[in-house]
């Protein structure tokens, strides 16, 4: 053994409670800030998400792709915006109810990019409709041509706006859950 390991003081745990006063136990802390910065980190990356690119195409010549804002990305930035304020009105606050509904809006921005990342020719049969002004059976039909012709795929947005709403997500429950932990 060691000479550290013997010692001559006597060790003592620290008393249990403090003389006349119950212990309640400590409370547990509030929501770190960490927890709404990085949801709100989360929300923005969602937003930005929803103006890049959602398909891309593998045509000859084709630049860039169709853009969220073209469709659902509308939808998605609105929804990002809402929970960003709302993050950030929690870490004001410390309020649960706030973290829960950005976790929620988090949700829903998720369900709207996996419903696009599995249906790509979604987004331009939107565009076409709305843009050139042809009925939506035309538009199914030209897009499932050119679906036929060339590849279409999800595209970087649709990750950001996935990525960035299950941040928000898990993170507005924890902030949540935290928030109600520390009453």
């Given at each position: 053994?060691?000479?550290?390991?013997?010692?001559?003081?006597?060790?003592?745990?620290?008393?249990?409670?403090?003389?006349?006063?119950?212990?309640?136990?400590?409370?547990?802390?509030?929501?770190?800030?960490?927890i709404a910065i990085f949801a709100i980190v989360g929300s923005v990356i969602a937003l930005v998400g929803s103006m890049v690119n959602w398909v891309i195409s593998d045509a000859e010549g084709a630049t860039g792709g169709i853009k969220g804002i073209d469709g659902d990305g509308i939808i998605t930035l609105i929804i990002a915006?809402?929970?960003?304020?709302?993050?950030?009105?929690?870490?004001?606050?410390?309020?649960?109810?706030?973290?829960?509904?950005?976790?929620?809006?988090?949700?829903?921005?998720?369900?709207?990019?996996?419903i696009n990342?599995?249906?790509?020719?979604?987004?331009?049969?939107?565009?076409?409709?709305?843009?050139?002004?042809?009925?939506?059976?035309?538009?199914?039909?030209?897009?499932?041509?050119?679906s036929k012709l060339y590849d279409m795929t999800a595209g970087p947005g649709l990750y950001m706006v996935l990525v960035g709403a299950l941040m928000a997500l898990a993170l507005g429950i924890l902030g949540f859950m935290k928030s109600r932990a520390a009453r």
């Open positions: 053994m060691s000479e550290y390991s013997q010692s001559s003081y006597a060790q003592t745990a620290p008393p249990s409670h403090s003389a006349g006063a119950p212990n309640h136990g400590a409370a547990p802390a509030a929501p770190s800030k960490k915006l809402v929970a960003a304020i709302l993050f950030i009105a929690a870490m004001a606050t410390k309020k649960a109810a706030l973290y829960l509904v950005g976790g929620v809006l988090g949700l829903a921005m998720a369900i709207v990019a996996v990342m599995a249906d790509p020719e979604r987004l331009l049969v939107q565009k076409l409709t709305d843009e050139e002004g042809v009925s939506k059976e035309v538009a199914e039909k030209a897009v499932d041509q050119a």
